[in-house]
């Protein structure tokens, strides 16, 4: 194998940056925004980063403006190739794309991935909005528009207002906290209602359960939040679910 087309060991992704080897940094420009202890040069330098949190915001909305209709799809980055929802992921990219939506995932491995290919694979838009890691290594080889962000908080904004909907296959915290952002933007009413739908009834079954009889029944959410969420196990009826909540 020659050098070229070995992966390039310790690479890290900030915003359009590149690192690579003994540039490679331990920490992230969203830990060092938020992070009060240390010196008090932040006071210097905070201002400076104002402009940078812009350049974030003028680079998404330049990238994704002539975008069209388009659904998020959100999964974990440790799902296998040989996960039977990795394949789950890459029909339900491609099943978009013929509904005539472009695909939007965070551009990273597994459910990600799957998504990214499948749309790509079946000639449509698909869309990697990346984001600055310690452990990430870019935006996977399927994505053929790719964003890199260095803040979490711009990066959510482009989710929100470039997708239409938002279907969610089994994952960790990082798509825990990407669908309770959504639904927290609909209860509160900062957006427009959209459709979410959970994949796999079998890995949702526990959150809804404990949503409804201790969440719901404690008052602390209503009904109609509950009802935001619609669950399935086929990729075309979660197609068709899309479809209908964005034309409703």
């Given amino acids: 194998m020659s050098g070229k087309d070995e992966k390039p060991r310790g690479e890290k992704h900030k915003g359009p940056t590149v690192l690579r080897g003994s540039q490679v940094d331990r920490s992230t ?11 008090s040069d932040w006071v210097h330098t905070d201002p400076w980063r104002v402009l940078r949190i812009q350049s974030e915001f003028v680079e998404g909305f330049g990238s994704l403006a002539e975008l069209g209709p388009a659904i998020g799809v959100f999964g974990s980055a440790r799902t296998k190739p040989e996960d039977p929802f990795y394949a789950k992921s890459e029909e ?4 978009l794309v013929d509904a005539g939506f472009a695909v939007i995932t965070g551009g990273g491995p597994g459910a990600m991935e799957a998504a990214n290919k499948g749309a790509s694979e079946a000639g449509g838009v ?32 482009m989710f929100v207002k470039y997708c239409l909907g938002f279907v969610v296959l089994p994952g960790g915290l990082g798509t825990f906290d990407e669908l309770f952002e959504a639904l927290t933007l609909v209860q509160t009413q900062k957006v427009t209602s959209f459709p979410v739908v959970l ?3 079998d890995y949702w079954s526990g959150l809804l359960a404990w949503l409804r009889d201790t969440v719901l029944a404690d008052g ?24 209908k909540g964005v034309t409703d």
């Fill in 220 to 243: 602390k959410i209503s009904q109609a939040d509950l009802d935001m969420l619609a669950v399935t196990d086929d990729v075309d009826e979660a197609v068709a679910m899309m479809i």
């Fill in 126 to 157: 698909s869309v990697g909005l990346g984001i600055e890691l310690p452990f990430e290594s870019g935006l996977n080889e399927w994505v053929d528009v790719g964003v890199n962000f260095r803040y979490f908080f711009a990066r959510k904004t």
């Fill in 92 to 95: 339900l990219g491609r099943r």
């Fill in 199 to 201: 994949v796999g009834s």
């Fill in 29 to 39: 420009t969203d830990q060092r925004l938020l992070d009060s202890r240390g010196p």
